[in-house]
Nanobody, 121 residues
Framework: QVQLVESGGGSVQAGGSLTLSCAGS????????MAWFRQAPGKEREGVAALDPDGSTTYLDSVKGRFTISRDNAKNILYLQMNNLKPEDTAMYYC???????????????WGQGTQVIVSS
């Protein structure tokens, strides 16, 4: 059974940084596609960053240059390094995984429960 568990969320001031982690079990990171999504209160879930097995990345325009998605295949951990955070980045962040690459579309079959990020001005 695939399980994804996010961690690393918290409260920071604008301009600060956080690194989110997504630890997986029952799943081989190296051969599968993974992504980070976020959902703010009253808004739809949106894709933030995606990573395919070849290492190609896709980012939401508003986070390009500030966020970096990466993974440690040996540890089965997906990361999202977030720098220069802005209040509009405040949301619940989720990791997602699947054998197929859906980019920033929320078609992934496996999801974690989320970790909260709050950015204050």
């Amino acid at each position: 059974q695939v399980q994804l568990v996010e961690s690393g969320g918290g409260s920071v001031q604008a301009g600060g940084s956080l690194t989110l982690s997504c630890a997986g079990s029952g799943y081989t990171y190296s051969s599968n596609c993974m992504a980070w999504f976020r959902q703010a209160p009253g808004k739809e879930r949106e894709g933030v960053a995606a990573l395919d097995p070849d290492g190609s990345t896709t980012y939401l325009d508003s986070v390009k240059g500030r966020f970096t998605i990466s993974r440690d295949n040996a540890k089965n951990i997906l990361y999202l390094q977030m720098n220069n955070l802005k209040p509009e980045d405040t949301a619940m962040y989720y990791c997602a995984a699947d054998r197929d690459f859906y980019g920033l579309d929320a078609e992934y079959n496996y999801w974690g429960q989320g970790t909260q990020v709050i950015v204050s001005s």
